[in-house]
Each structure stands twice: as C-alpha cells, then as structure tokens.
C-alpha cells in the first residue's frame, strides 16, 4: 500500500556528513512508523534509526547515536536520515521502511522484520 523511494546518498570523506531522504508514495503515510536500516555486504541488516506517526518517539542505532538524526514531514511524506561525523563503518547500502499500523507484530521498531514496506536503497560510501 506504500511505496518507498531513498535518495541522498553519495560519496563522502570520513568525518563528512550526507542527508538521506524518503518519500512515502501512499494514502496513509502518516499512520505508519518509519525507519532506517542498512545492510553492507555479508553483514546483516542492522537498525539505524526509527521515528513514529508523529514524531513523539525517536529510536537510534547505539553505532549511530549522537551522529544520526531522524525526521519527518508529514506534508511532504518525507522521511530524513542526517548522517554526521561519517566514519568507514557507515558505508552501507540504506534503507527506508514503513510499519503498518494494521499489521503489527509486536516485535519493536528495531526489528526489521516489524517492517511492511522497503525502498530500494541508496548506496552510502565513505571513504578513509
């Protein structure tokens, strides 16, 4: 019922910064929980960041807390990803997801297999 499509990513020097986008192509983008993950090659996918219907909660990554910041319009059905202090560990493959409110299965925003609904993924690089 969503489609998610990411864009921002690029290459960047450690230390840089890049800012992620989302949109949410969807009548009900504001009903749903969003977050990032990202996933390298022959790593698993790992959580990043999260952000519920209106905002009221964060959830970050403990790799990424305190670089990373999440946010939301809800106007624009935009989700933001703003990536700080980029360190080679970051390069990965990142991807946006969505949380249907009427699929819950209660496994936490953490969880990637909470999530309904994946973008594509862009491709973050970060050189040393």
């Known amino acids: 019922q969503v489609q998610l499509v990411e864009s921002g990513g690029g290459l960047v020097q450690t230390g840089g910064s890049l800012r992620l986008s989302c949109v949410a192509i969807?009548?009900?983008?504001?009903?749903?929980?969003m977050g990032w993950f990202r996933q390298a090659p022959g790593k698993e996918r790992e959580f990043v960041a999260a952000i519920t219907r209106n905002s009221g909660s964060l959830h970050y990554g403990d790799s990424v807390k305190g670089r990373f910041t999440v946010s939301r319009d809800h106007a624009k059905q935009m989700v933001y990803l703003q990536m700080n202090s980029l360190k080679p560990a970051d390069a990965a493959v990142y991807l946006c997801?969505?949380?249907?409110?009427?699929?819950?299965?209660?496994?936490?925003?953490?969880?990637?297999?909470?999530?309904?609904?994946w973008g594509q993924g862009t491709q973050v690089t970060v050189s040393s």
């Open positions: 997801a969505a949380d249907s409110p009427w699929s819950n299965r209660g496994l936490g925003p953490k969880d990637w297999r909470e999530y309904d609904y």
């Open positions: 969807g009548r009900t983008f504001s009903d749903y929980n």
